[in-house]
C-alpha cells in the first residue's frame, strides 16, 4: 500500500510527464531508486528519514512544474525517463547540500571522490578540526560533485571571491597537515635508523 506522498508523486508525474498507469508507477520507482542512489553516493549513514524527506521535496517540485513548467522545456529532445532522473537527481542533491554538507568531514568529500582513505583516518579527523563546515561544503562542491566556482557560488548564496578564499583557507589547512604528516614520517625514519 502506498503512503500519501507516494500516491501524490504519482499523479504529479502523471500530469506533469504525460505517463499513465503502471507508466507512472515505474516512474516513481525510478525516482525513489535515484533517491537512494544519490544518497548512498553522497550521504554517510543515510537514513529513512532522509528519503522520506526527499520524496516531499520531490512532490513539492513536482507541484511547481504542474503550476509553472520549467524543467522540461528545457530538456524537449531527451526522454521522458532522462528529465526525472535529471530532475530527482538535481531535487536530492538540493536536499544533501543543505542538510549534510555542512556537517560532512573530510573523509566524507574524499569518499565521494571515490578515493582510498585508509589508514589515513587519524590525519583526516584532524582536518576536520581544521576546517569550518563552510569549507567544507565549498570543497564537497569543487571537488565532489566538479562544480565550477561560479556554480558553488551560486548554490551557496554568495560571491566567487568567497567560495574561492575558503577553498584557499581549505587547501591551507590541507597543506599544513600534510607538512605535519611527512615531518612526523621523516622523525620515524630517522628514528628507526638511528
Known sequence: ???????????????VFMVKGSSANDSWTMVNKVIRMCLA?????????????????????????????TFYDGMERS????????????????YVRNAHYWRSTVADLFLAMNVDISGAEDHLRCLDERLTP???????????????LA???????VSQDEVRTLQWQ??????AEWLSLRLAMDARRTGAAS
Open 170 to 175: 581549505a587547501m591551507e589547512a590541507f597543506h
Open 134 to 148: 563552510s569549507q567544507k561544503c565549498v570543497l564537497r562542491l569543487l571537488y565532489g560533485e566538479g562544480c565550477t
Open 41 to 69: 553516493r553522497n550521504v554517510k549513514g543515510y537514513t529513512a528519514i532522509d528519503e522520506e524527506r526527499v520524496r516531499k521535496m520531490m512532490v513539492e517540485r513536482l507541484r511547481k512544474e504542474v503550476s509553472k513548467p
Open 79 to 94: 526522454s521522458v525517463q532522462t528529465c526525472i532522473v535529471v530532475l530527482t537527481r538535481e531535487v536530492t542533491m538540493n
Open 1 to 15: 500500500m502506498r503512503n500519501t506522498v507516494d500516491r501524490q508523486g504519482i499523479e504529479l508525474l502523471e500530469t
Open 151 to 157: 556554480q558553488a557560488a551560486g548554490m551557496l548564496g
